[in-house]
């Protein structure tokens, strides 16, 4: 079966830089997606297709995605950042999908 | 601006079906190219795919779960729905409905509901 990797935390003090990874191995020929899920809440996508930002989210939050890992990036996190996030993408034939374990960004 | 909604019994006992019911508006379920999915979510867990259903009824399904699923749809009512026959205390979750495309990935979900295996 096919799998995306996550690191199970990260932690950052506000105002500085989140990175957030992602590993699999079609990375390369397919796109990652981001997701916020904050508790009780369902998730919200944040960055799809590597890169591109849906409308209403903030322009701190950008992605990349190099080789077989893809980067979530939160730049000048706030408190209000402090959420779950999951990487998702589809397997080399794009029919599974598949989340990743997701990360805990913890605001210090 | 499309809106699903999960409906279903809140408590299913072991070895029974688990019924859901994604109800979708402001939208049709039978145009755009769309993959109509289920997700679960286990407690304090996180995301697992269940499967997709295409807007032509074709579905795709979890390869660990594809025995005990069927996804089916009804156009009439723009409706989709998830069975999951012999459950366990293992499928208690959250399950989310949730339409995407690859232009588009998951950017509408539905709320979620919850649902509990348990005699």
């Known amino acids: 079966s096919y799998e995306l990797t996550q690191p199970p935390s990260v932690s950052v003090s506000p105002g500085q830089t989140a990175r957030i990874t992602c590993s699999g191995n079609t990375l390369p020929k397919q796109y990652a997606n981001w997701y916020q899920q904050k508790p009780d809440q369902a998730p919200l996508l944040v960055i799809y297709k590597d890169t591109e930002r849906p409308s209403g989210i903030p322009e701190r939050f950008s992605g990349s995605s190099s080789g077989t890992t893809a980067t979530l990036t939160i730049s000048g996190v706030q408190a209000e950042d402090e959420s779950d996030y999951y990487c998702q993408s589809s397997d080399s034939t794009d029919t599974f999908r598949v989340f990743g374990g997701g990360t805990k960004l913890t605001v210090l | 601006q499309v809106h699903l909604q999960e409906s279903g019994p809140g408590l299913v006992e072991p070895s029974q079906t688990l019924s859901l019911t994604c109800t979708v508006s402001g939208g049709s379920i039978s145009s755009g190219g769309y993959y109509w999915n289920w997700v679960r979510q286990r407690p304090g867990k996180g995301l697992e795919w269940i499967g997709y259903i295409f807007e032509t009824g074709s579905t795709y399904y979890n390869p660990s779960l594809k025995s005990r699923i069927i996804m089916s749809l009804d156009t009439s009512k723009n409706q989709f729905f998830l069975r999951l026959s012999s459950v366990s205390a293992a499928d208690t979750a959250i399950y989310f409905c949730?339409?995407?495309?690859?232009?588009?990935?998951?950017?509408?979900w539905g709320q979620g509901t919850l649902v509990t295996v348990s005699s």
């Open positions: 949730a339409r995407d495309r690859e232009d588009t990935a998951y950017n509408h």
